[in-house]
């Protein structure tokens, strides 16, 4: 879980933001403004802060940089525009990273987590469900108390799945945040990497606890 400071103006994207990351695990508060961001950051700095652009009063830009000159926290900025203006100007006064809205919750998710795990914090307690446990800081996972030996893919696929629990991932948002693919990937790669997850995890892959299929929409990680 990571603590999240969301600024950010217009309310019904606000909250849909915090809704949804809360859901994702980590624990979001607000500012509507750029002046009430600022005094949130000072009295209790969180592990990231995403930032919209566009805000009354003082800009974005120009919170992310009183945000640099005050320390290290990481920022990812939201904007409407998908040309370079704002992406140049966001890198120049010192974003980590920037995501287009409107943000799509699971991809804000996984861009919180890399920026956190490229300045060396990790967002995460240990993971799983029953027996099943899985350590993202150490890479592990182990089942009734034995280590499962799994490739770097399928641990990445289990851990995208056990971060949302109940949520339910299609295949090409599985591509996108496992393999890296940004385009209508083959679906395939992702039905295969399920097989032999659960052929490692699961008491019964005909009836699987922990990897469950969601017929015609795709995957989710389901209680053990």
């Known amino acids: 879980m990571a603590a999240i400071l969301l600024i950010e103006d217009d309310p019904l994207v606000r909250r849909g933001l915090q809704l949804a990351l809360t859901r994702h695990g980590h624990e979001v508060r607000t500012a509507e403004d750029g002046e009430t961001g600022l005094r949130e950051l000072a009295g209790a700095p969180p592990d990231i802060v995403v930032l919209d652009v566009m805000l ?59 920026v956190l795990r490229r300045v060396g914090v990790e967002p995460d307690g240990v993971l799983g469900s029953g027996e099943l446990v899985i350590n993202p800081v ?16 399928e641990f990445r696929l289990l851990l995208t799945l056990a971060r949302a629990p109940g949520r339910v991932f299609s295949r090409q948002q599985l591509l996108e945040l496992v393999w890296e693919h940004d385009y209508l990937g083959d679906s395939r790669l992702v039905d295969n990497c399920v097989q032999r997850l659960r052929a490692k995890i699961e008491d019964s892959a005909r009836v699987p606890e922990h990897v469950q299929t969601v017929r015609g929409f795709g995957y989710r990680f389901g209680p053990g």
Not at 138 to 153: I, N
Request: glycine letters at 8%; hydrophobic letters at 45%; proline letters at 8%.
């Open 56 to 114: 009354p009063g003082i800009d974005g830009f120009e919170v992310c940089r009183r945000i640099r000159d005050s320390g290290a926290v990481p920022v990812i900025m939201l904007t409407a525009r998908s040309d370079d203006f704002d992406v140049v100007h966001g890198l120049a006064a010192g974003a980590d990273d920037y995501v287009i809205k409107p943000a799509q919750p699971t991809v804000l998710d996984a861009r919180i987590r890399a």
């Open 138 to 153: 150490a890479a592990t996972v182990s089942l009734a108390g034995a280590p499962v030996a799994l490739t770097p893919t």
